[in-house]
C-alpha cells in the first residue's frame, strides 16, 4: 500500500521533548498564563514491545559517519525497519553523566527509514536543543535512550511510528532513525543572584520570603500604559536574546486588585519556555537582561492578553510579574 508521507517534524517529533510555554498567547484569544506541556506531533511511538531480532539487526546495519561539514550522516539500505523503539550507543561519552531533572543540550539529525531522506537537523540550524531530562518533560523513547549516559555521547535512535494514511484514512508504520550527540548539560540556578538594585518610584514594591517567594504591594496609581521592565538584581550571567530557551521562576499578579494568577513558585519548579512562544510583554522585557537577574515585569494590556482576557485575566488587564531568571538555553 502506497503511504502518504507525514512531514518531517512528524517524523521525528518524537525524539524531541514536549515543549514547555509560559504566559503564551494566541490570535484567538484562548492561551493560558500557565505552564502546559504541547506536542506537535500526532504520530504514536511503540515503546512497550521488547525489540526482536530483527529490529537489532537493523539497527546494527546502520553506519555513522561524519561529514565534510562535521554533521553526522547515518548510512543505512533502504527501507529500513523496526517494529518498536530501541537504541545503540555509537560512542561514550567521558562527560557528566545524565541524571532524571537535568536539563541536556542535544544535536540529533533524523532520517526517514523508507526513503533514507533527512527529515531534520539541528546541526545545521545554529545550535543544540535544550530538554529537561524527565519521564514527563521528554518522550519515553528519548528518555530511555539518555538517561545514565554520558555528555560527549553519540546514540542511534530506532523509533517506530504508527500513523495515518492522509489519502486512505488506514493506519500505517513508519520508522525513524536518529543521530544524536550529548553536548552539554546545564544547570539552572537556585534563585536569582546578583547585585540588589534599588526600588523605583511608582512601581510595585516587592518583598522576598525567607525562599526567595516574591511577593507585591500595588501603587495606589494609575497602570502604566507602556511596557516596564525593571531588574530588581542584575545577575552576572549571559544576556537574554530572543533566541533562547528560558528557565525561571515568576509570579504573576493584577496590577487592578493584586489578585494573583499564576506562580511557578506555587507549583513547586521552574518553568521552561522559548522566549519566542510567549506574551510580547516577556519577550520584549526579558531580551537583553542577564542571567541571574530578577526583573518586575508591568505589562499593558496590548502586550499581554488583551481584550481577551484568559479564564485567570479579565479583559485589558495590566499584569504585574516577578521573574527570576534561571538558565538561558
Known sequence: MRTTRKTAAVAIAAIAALGLTACSSDADGDAEATVEPTSSTSASVDTVAEPTEADIAALESITWTEGEDGIPVLEFETPLEVSTTLSRVETEGDGETLEDGMYVNLN?????GETGEVAYDTYSVGGAQSYQLSETTVAPSLYDALIGQAVGSQIILGESFETTDEETGEAVELSSFTALTVESITTPLEQAEGEAVDPVDGLPVVTLDDSGVPSIEIPDADAPTELVAQPLIEGEGETVTTENTLIVNYTGWLWEDGTEFDSSW????????????????????????????????????????????????????????????LAAL
Open 266 to 325: 506555587t507549583r513547586g519548579e521552574p518553568a521552561q519556555f522559548a522566549l519566542t512562544g510567549v506574551i510580547s510583554g516577556w519577550t520584549e522585557g526579558l531580551a537583553g537582561q542577564t542571567v541571574g537577574s530578577q526583573v518586575l515585569l508591568v505589562v499593558p494590556p496590548e502586550m499581554g492578553y488583551g481584550s481577551e482576557g484568559t479564564d485567570t485575566i479579565p479583559a485589558d488587564s495590566t499584569l504585574v510579574f516577578v521573574v527570576d531568571i
Open 108 to 112: 540529533y539529525i533524523g532520517y526517514d
